[in-house]
Structure formats: structure tokens, C-alpha cells
């Protein structure tokens, strides 16, 4: 086995360069991975896409405010304009709307991005901001803006991340890459705790689980209150 001759790429390869960097399309590759390698995930296609050129390196996440069938139906009415790559329902079932290689029309308004997100954002040659659906994996979690995510929505999120992210497309989720809707767009609603959750379970940061963090902030609460 040689190495790749691009630079800065220390994979093996039988050709002068490996597979990312020979004269395939890595887009076009996506765009065909075969659906055996997504047994759990149900095809839900969208109109809502375009093509893009540009890798994904991380994910975005949002709560879809509305609830299941009446939001998928609506991520794939043309009259929406609106898409995201999964859809994460409450039951745990995950649907795919765009292939991983396509922007989804998502988070596709931004207005005083938060510093998290500028680390990752991308700009073209104008120095304006690339729409994220072009190189974030945008994630609807159904959601109401009362309601948190459920049990088996974290299950279906982490196994998305381990198994089709990490291991079939190279992304791994981390604290540097998983932003919230708000991240790219003030006012959306926040989404610090789910996204923590998500975090802690990848095992990318050291947290409690969220209702043990709950139950040592009232405690703090009542500490400070005996204080007075």
C-alpha cells in the first residue's frame, strides 16, 4: 500500500491518492451510500433541498414545534420551503428527509450568530455566510417549545452519531461542532440542555445527567435561601 499524495493525508491507498482525494465525487458518494447501512432510519424523502459541495463537519439541532405526522408532512410540502436531514420523533423512530450530501433548506435565515457558532461557520469569497444546511447535518427533534427531548430520542440521536456520523461518514460529534438553532439565529428557542444531554452521553464532556443537575441547582437554591 502506497500513501495518498495529497497533502496532509496520511491514508493508505493502492493509487496515488485515496478515495476522498482522487477523481471521484466524495459528494456523489454520499449521495449513494447504500440504505443497508441505514436499516433503523426510515426513508422520508423531501423536495426541500439543493445540492452542495460542501462536507458536513458537524450537526445542528432544532425542536420542530409541532408534532408528529402533521410536521413531517409539512418538512415535505414544497409549499414549506423548509427541510432538515432527520427528524427525530418522540417514539424513536428517525426519518430521513435530504441525503447527507444535500443542503436542507434549514436554519437558512442567521442573525447575530453566537460565538459558538462562528468557530464552525463557513463564509464564501463575498464574506457571507454559507447557509448551514450546506455543511451542518440539520437534526428536528419533535418538540414542542414546553417539551424536552424524550428517553428514546437521545437513543436515536447517539446511535446516529456513533454509528452512521462516526463510523460511515467521519464526523464526530463534540462540543466544538453541535450547535443549536439559536446558535445561528437569535430568538429560536434555546435548546442548552437537550444539546448537554446529547453531549454527555457521547461521553464529550463530564456533566451530571440532567436531572441529577436539576436536583443540585434547587438545592443551591434552598442553601442560599437559608442564607437570607
Not at 458536513?56 to 414545534?65: F, P, S, V, Y
Not at 430521513?96 to 460565538?115: D, E, T
Not at 457571507?128 to 414546553?146: A, D, M, T
Amino acid at each position: 500500500m502506497l500513501s495518498c499524495n495529497q497533502e496532509n493525508c496520511n491514508k493508505s491507498t493502492d493509487n496515488k491518492y485515496c478515495f476522498w482525494h482522487s477523481e471521484l465525487n466524495k459528494v456523489e458518494y454520499l449521495n449513494n451510500i447504500k440504505s443497508s447501512l441505514f436499516m433503523n432510519i426510515i426513508q422520508s424523502p423531501s423536495p426541500n433541498f439543493s445540492p452542495s459541495n460542501h462536507k458536513k463537519i458537524g450537526m445542528q439541532i432544532h425542536k420542530t414545534l409541532g408534532l408528529m405526522p402533521w410536521t413531517l408532512r409539512w418538512l415535505q410540502n414544497p409549499v414549506a420551503q423548509a427541510s432538515a436531514h432527520l427528524l427525530f420523533a418522540r417514539n424513536g423512530d428517525i426519518h430521513q428527509l435530504v441525503q447527507f450530501g444535500n443542503r436542507s433548506w434549514s436554519a437558512g435565515r442567521i442573525s447575530n450568530p453566537s460565538l459558538r457558532a462562528k468557530k464552525i461557520m463557513k463564509k464564501d469569497w463575498l464574506g457571507r455566510w454559507v447557509k448551514p444546511g450546506h455543511y451542518l447535518i440539520q437534526s428536528e427533534f419533535e418538540c414542542l417549545s414546553n417539551q424536552t427531548f424524550t428517553e428514546k430520542q437521545y437513543e436515536s440521536v447517539v446511535w446516529v452519531c456513533e454509528n452512521i456520523l462516526k463510523a460511515q461518514l467521519d464526523i464526530e460529534i463534540t462540543d466544538e461542532n453541535l450547535i443549536e438553532h439559536q446558535d445561528t439565529a437569535s430568538g429560536k428557542p434555546e435548546l442548552d440542555p437537550e444539546r448537554t444531554e446529547i453531549l454527555r452521553r457521547l461521553e464529550k464532556i463530564e456533566v451530571p445527567p440532567i436531572e441529577d443537575d436539576r436536583e443540585s441547582i434547587k438545592k443551591e437554591i434552598r442553601r442560599l435561601l437559608d442564607k437570607l
